[in-house]
């Protein structure tokens, strides 16, 4: 097939037509302009930004096209393309129209992933959380707080501790990703349920707080206890995607403890490449990996089930994918 073909094979596409219905479309394999490829989606990976939609919350315009962690292999070039070959496996950055059977993208927008399996070289995600923990620029030495241990709570903890970290606590309400995170590295966890966090970071830092604290899951109640657990003048990182109603902060305690507030959300397009460049070079050289971080694979035709599971996490939980390759 050729970028020139007036006539394009069908491919599946999925589409969510009301809240938690999704239904398969029959649509042409898209064409490429001169500067595109055409990848063929072997996975593409459920965010929790989009499980809103699904719910029917929010004010998403129906039919929706959700997917953009996408990697696959490079099955067709542009004219103008000279920077990968047909075969290549790759991670691509796309906004929508992931959960397809292809997808057609900028060369540019594509990263080698080498001998990395492509359910695990997720590069979407893992460039928030290199950016994220770039912007809050953990030091040596630091005492880092991470309230949240899912997917990307667990990418932003590998990525602390290359940087030097001295401790790393590890806050969640779930058993069995606290344990996870124990077996990552963190050299403490708590389970907020049944623990003060605040106490222990106070007992593990002589008082002082934590240098750096991310609140990586997007729910109010990890907001009212950051200032707690951080030292005076130190950082609050804002990981997680806050949806739907208003936040409530504790402003005046974070104005007089005179915080640095990092907002690690990123819109601009070179920045989001660059976290994908530099994610994909982690993992392809092994200094970061995702193995056992993806625990649930599901079948395009059954994509509902992929949110579902996003949804709802059950025990043993980190990260669902839909495969999409027929």
């Known amino acids: 097939m050729t970028a020139t073909d007036d006539t394009?094979?069908?491919?599946?596409?999925?589409?969510?037509?009301?809240?938690?219905?999704?239904?398969l479309l029959d649509e042409p394999v898209p064409a490429v302009a001169p500067d595109e490829v055409l990848v063929r989606v072997e996975v593409c990976g459920v965010c929790t930004s989009e499980l809103d939609a699904w719910q029917g919350r929010g004010d998403t315009p129906l039919p929706y096209f959700p997917g953009h962690e996408v990697s696959?292999?490079?099955?067709?070039?542009?004219?103008?393309?000279?920077?990968?070959?047909?075969?290549?496996?790759?991670?691509?950055?796309?906004?929508?129209?992931?959960?397809?059977?292809?997808?057609?993208?900028?060369?540019?927008?594509?990263?080698?992933a080498g001998g990395v399996p492509l359910d695990l070289a997720l590069a979407e995600p893992l460039a928030c959380a290199v950016n994220a923990v770039e912007l809050a620029d953990v030091c040596l030495g630091d005492d880092v707080v991470l309230i949240g241990a899912g997917f990307m709570?667990?990418?932003?903890?590998?990525?602390?501790?290359?940087?030097?970290?001295?401790?790393?606590?590890?806050?969640?309400?779930?058993?069995?990703?606290?344990?996870?995170?124990?077996?990552?590295?963190?050299?403490?966890?708590?389970?907020?349920?049944?623990?003060?966090?605040?106490?222990?970071?106070?007992d593990i830092t002589d008082g002082a707080g934590a240098d750096v604290s991310f609140e990586i899951t997007g729910a109010q109640g990890p907001l009212g206890v950051l200032g707690d657990v951080t030292r005076m003048s130190g950082k609050i990182a804002?990981?997680?995607f806050h949806q739907g109603e208003n936040r409530q902060l504790p402003l005046g305690q974070w104005n007089w403890k005179a915080f640095t507030l990092v907002n690690a959300h990123f819109r601009e397009v070179p920045t989001i490449l660059r976290g994908m460049s530099v994610g994909m070079r982690l993992l392809r050289s092994r200094r970061l990996s995702l193995d056992g971080l993806v625990t649930h694979r599901v079948e395009l035709a059954d994509i509902g089930d992929a949110f579902g599971l996003?949804?709802?996490?059950?025990?043993?939980?980190?990260?669902?994918?839909?495969?999409?390759?027929?």
């Open 153 to 202: 709570g667990h990418l932003v903890q590998q990525l602390v501790m290359l940087r030097g970290v001295r401790h790393v606590i590890v806050a969640d309400t779930r058993p069995d990703v606290l344990e996870r995170a124990l077996r990552l590295g963190a050299t403490h966890v708590v389970d907020v349920g049944v623990e003060s966090l605040p106490a222990v970071v106070a």
């Open 238 to 240: 804002l990981v997680g």
């Open 8 to 23: 394009r094979r069908p491919m599946k596409l999925a589409a969510l037509k009301a809240p938690f219905t999704f239904e």
């Open 310 to 326: 996003a949804q709802d996490k059950p025990a043993g939980f980190v990260k669902a994918v839909v495969t999409c390759s027929r």
């Open 72 to 112: 696959g292999v490079v099955e067709e070039l542009g004219t103008e393309v000279t920077s990968v070959s047909v075969g290549d496996p790759v991670a691509v950055w796309v906004t929508e129209r992931g959960f397809a059977e292809y997808v057609a993208v900028k060369a540019e927008h594509c990263f080698p």
